[in-house]
C-alpha cells in the first residue's frame, strides 16, 4: 500500500473526524496553531483566488468520499511525498514542519511549491498538455471549438491543488454543500481561454521580464 492510499484508507473511515479530534488533542498546541492558521491562510487563497481567476463565488465543502479517485489519490500523493521529504519543491523548500500554503497541481505530479511559485506549475499556453483532461487524458480540442478545460481546485490542510477537466469529467464530479470537512474546492462552472487559469503564475510571469527575484 503506498503512503497515498494509507492516508486515503485513514481518510475515508467513518471515524475519520473523531481521530483528527484525538491527534488534534495530543499533538502540542503550537504544532495545532501552525496547521490551523496555515489551513486558513490556503481557505482564503483558494476562496479569493476562485472569485478573482475562476469566476466562482463561493467555495463548496466537500468530502473525501466525494472527490473523484483520481483527483484524491494524486492529491495525496504529492501531499505524501512531500511529508517524506520526497518532493520536488521551489527553492524555498516549503517545509511540512513550518506549516504555509503550498501549491501543486494534477498536471504535475510531485511538485510542491510555495504561494510566490506557482509558476513553476504552470503549462505552455495553448500547448497539447495545456488541454489534456487531468481525469480522463483526453486532449481537448480547445475553448474555441466548444471543448476547453474547467479549471478547479482543491484545498486539503495547507495544500491547494489544482485540476483542470473536460467538459464530461467535470459533469461526473458533482459536490453537495455537505458537512464542513478537511477538504474544500472551487470550480469554475465555464471554460474560459485557451486553456488552465494560472492566476498567480501570470502575473510572475508579467513581473519576469524585469528581472524576478
Ligand atoms: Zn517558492
Ligand atoms: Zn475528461
Request: proline share 8%; net charge positive.
Amino acid at each position: 500500500m503506498t503512503p497515498a492510499l494509507a492516508l486515503e484508507a485513514v481518510m475515508t473511515h467513518p471515524r475519520y473526524g473523531e481521530l483528527i479530534e484525538q491527534l488534534r488533542a495530543l499533538a502540542p498546541t503550537h504544532v495545532v496553531d501552525q496547521v490551523d492558521a496555515a489551513t486558513a491562510d490556503a481557505l482564503h487563497i483558494t476562496t479569493t483566488t476562485g472569485r478573482h481567476a475562476l469566476g466562482v463565488d463561493h467555495v463548496t465543502p466537500t468530502t473525501v468520499e466525494q472527490t473523484p479517485g483520481w483527483l484524491r489519490l494524486g492529491l495525496l500523493d504529492t501531499f505524501t511525498a512531500w511529508l517524506a521529504g520526497k518532493a520536488s519543491t521551489c527553492r524555498h523548500a516549503p517545509d511540512p514542519h513550518r506549516p504555509q500554503p503550498v501549491i501543486a497541481a494534477a498536471w504535475r505530479p510531485g511538485v510542491i511549491t510555495c504561494g510566490q511559485c506557482i509558476h513553476l506549475t504552470a503549462l505552455p499556453r495553448g500547448s497539447d498538455r495545456d488541454r489534456t483532461c487531468d481525469a480522463c487524458g483526453r486532449v481537448c480540442a480547445g475553448v474555441e471549438h466548444g471543448d476547453g478545460i474547467y479549471p478547479g481546485m482543491v484545498q486539503f490542510g495547507p495544500l491547494i491543488y489544482h485540476y483542470g477537466t473536460c467538459g464530461d469529467c467535470r459533469s461526473a464530479f458533482t459536490t453537495d454543500t455537505g458537512p464542513t470537512s478537511a477538504t474544500e474546492s472551487a470550480q469554475q462552472r465555464q471554460p474560459r481561454g485557451a486553456g488552465r487559469v494560472r492566476p498567480r503564475g501570470q502575473r510572475g510571469r508579467g513581473r519576469g521580464k524585469g528581472g524576478r527575484r
